[in-house]
């Protein structure tokens, strides 16, 4: 007996030491929770494999897409793969040019240009809400860039007039992360170009500054001057001033722009925009707008409404931050591929009754359902 036991204490030291002495190698990963295998062009082009309730909606979008016989051609393909990135990285950029670098660049070309100490913050601290905001966007540095590099062409590099117009560009910017300088008044010696500019930066400071109304104002007078280079971006710039502070408001002054054929080169920017001030006013609607459009061919706008869809979902469906509990009941379920995300999802005897008397009604539902469980080995909404 005495050796029998001592045999199994021995047999447990060797172990013991031997798993001691043992190399570690990485947890095997025979699947995944929230995205499919790598690479995940497989599954971008309908490769879908075991679909998991647990995917990242982004990944349901798709798979419903293939379900549905909709599917993604070489060019949608290449957009769900650049929203992957997007999310993965928080770049949005596929050039990755950072506008602010490129401006203290050429700004310090002028001579006698002060430098920067640090770079100049692009977010401001709104106390109200406890939390930072993008104050200053990329473009707006592309765009001083841009104009910069052009008035040097136009008056020279060492001349009062790209000077003064420096001068006047640096206060804007003092705006983007504290409340700043509004730019002065241009001195009666300059071109009458710089007049306009200026008026340009006067509206530009007041929207850095946290004051739409005065920016949106100095932007309608801008559209209304005929002769200033900024005639044509103003409009937009109105709806956009106003997103700050009254989305109801912007909405109105976006539906305008796209209203006036005149604004058609703005139109792109404009309905982004609209969306956006939607998504606050009006996410139901809007919700169930881009549910719509990610079910038809899309080789320009898909990666940007796939940002829009799951952004309002995860808005519809978090429930006060509670880690696990999705708060479906208050996701307006009044399209296809929303009620079947929420559906697939959501392990509960109510969505599983839900599916199977969709799957009876609908022969197009039942046709998707038949290829899931395909699949699955059978699991829509069994389990």
């Given at each position: 007996?005495?050796?029998?036991l001592?045999?199994v204490?021995a047999?447990l030291?060797?172990?013991?030491?031997a798993?001691?002495?043992?190399?570690?190698?990485d947890v095997?990963?025979?699947?995944y929770?929230?995205?499919?295998?790598f690479?995940?062009?497989?599954y971008?082009?309908?490769?879908?494999?075991?679909?998991?309730?647990?995917?990242?909606?982004?990944?349901?979008v798709v798979?419903?897409r293939?379900l549905?016989?909709?599917?993604l051609?070489?060019?949608e393909?290449?957009q769900?793969?650049?929203?992957?990135?997007?999310?993965?990285?928080?770049?949005w950029?596929h050039?990755l040019?950072w506008?602010?670098?490129?401006?203290?660049?050429?700004?310090?070309?002028?001579p006698g240009?002060?430098?920067n100490?640090?770079?100049i913050p692009?977010q401001?601290?709104?106390?109200e809400?406890?939390?930072?905001?993008?104050?200053?966007a990329?473009?707006?540095?592309?765009?001083a860039?841009l104009?910069?590099?052009?008035?040097i062409?136009?008056f020279?590099?060492?001349?009062?007039a790209v000077?003064?117009?420096?001068?006047?560009q640096d206060?804007?910017?003092?705006n983007?992360g504290?409340r700043?300088?509004?730019?002065?008044?241009?001195?009666?010696?300059m071109?009458?170009?710089?007049?306009?500019d200026?008026d340009?930066q006067i509206?530009a400071?007041?929207?850095?500054r946290g004051?739409p109304e005065?920016?949106?104002?100095?932007?309608r007078?801008?559209a209304?001057?005929?002769?200033?280079?900024?005639?044509?971006?103003?409009?937009?710039?109105v709806?956009?001033s106003?997103?700050?502070?009254?989305?109801?408001?912007?909405?109105?002054?976006a539906?305008?722009?796209?209203a006036?054929?005149?604004?058609?080169?703005?139109?792109g920017?404009?309905?982004?925009?609209?969306?956006?001030?939607?998504?606050?006013t009006?996410?139901d609607?809007r919700l169930?707008?881009?549910?719509?459009?990610?079910l038809?061919?899309?080789r320009l706008?898909l990666r940007?409404n796939?940002?829009?869809?799951?952004?309002?979902?995860?808005h519809?469906l978090?429930?006060e931050?509670?880690?696990?509990m999705?708060?479906?009941?208050?996701v307006?379920r009044n399209d296809?591929?929303t009620?079947?995300?929420?559906?697939?999802s959501?392990?509960?005897?109510k969505?599983?009754?839900?599916?199977n008397?969709?799957m009876?009604?609908?022969?197009?539902?039942?046709?998707?359902?038949?290829?899931?469980?395909?699949?699955?080995?059978?699991r829509?909404?069994?389990g």
């Amino acid at each position: 007996m005495k050796t029998g036991l001592y045999l199994v204490a021995a047999l447990l030291a060797a172990f013991e030491l031997a798993w001691s002495c043992a190399l570690e190698f990485d947890v095997a990963v025979f699947s995944y929770s929230h995205h499919p295998d790598f690479p995940r062009t497989r599954y971008a082009a309908g490769k879908l494999g075991v679909i998991e309730p647990t995917y990242a909606r982004s990944y349901l979008v798709v798979a419903y897409r293939y379900l549905a016989g909709i599917g993604l051609d070489a060019a949608e393909q290449e957009q769900v793969r650049g929203y992957w990135q997007d999310r993965a990285t928080g770049d949005w950029d596929h050039i990755l040019t950072w506008w602010s670098e490129r401006w203290e660049k050429v700004r310090m070309r002028v001579p006698g240009a002060p430098p920067n100490e640090d770079d100049i913050p692009a977010q401001k601290y709104d106390p109200e809400i406890l939390s930072w905001e993008l104050n200053c966007a990329d473009d707006a540095f592309r765009v001083a860039t841009l104009t910069l590099q052009t008035r040097i062409l136009q008056f020279g590099l060492r001349s009062a007039a790209v000077k003064d117009w420096l001068n006047a560009q640096d206060d804007v910017f003092s705006n983007c992360g504290s409340r700043g300088n509004v730019p002065v008044a241009v001195p009666s010696n300059m071109p009458a170009l710089l007049y306009k500019d200026r008026d340009y930066q006067i509206a530009a400071a007041h929207l850095y500054r946290g004051e739409p109304e005065l920016a949106a104002n100095q932007f309608r007078k801008i559209a209304d001057d005929r002769h200033s280079p900024w005639r044509q971006m103003a409009p937009y710039l109105v709806a956009r001033s106003l997103l700050r502070f009254n989305h109801a408001q912007a909405a109105v002054e976006a539906r305008k722009v796209l209203a006036d054929p005149r604004n058609k080169e703005l139109h792109g920017i404009t309905t982004d925009l609209l969306h956006r001030a939607m998504a606050d006013t009006q996410p139901d609607v809007r919700l169930h707008e881009v549910a719509l459009e990610l079910l038809h061919r899309d080789r320009l706008g898909l990666r940007q409404n796939l940002w829009d869809y799951t952004t309002l979902l995860d808005h519809f469906l978090d429930n006060e931050g509670k880690p696990g509990m999705l708060n479906t009941t208050a996701v307006p379920r009044n399209d296809k591929l929303t009620d079947w995300i929420i559906t697939f999802s959501t392990m509960t005897p109510k969505e599983s009754a839900h599916a199977n008397s969709a799957m009876a009604k609908n022969p197009i539902a039942s046709m998707a359902g038949e290829r899931l469980g395909a699949c699955l080995g059978y699991r829509w909404r069994h389990g």
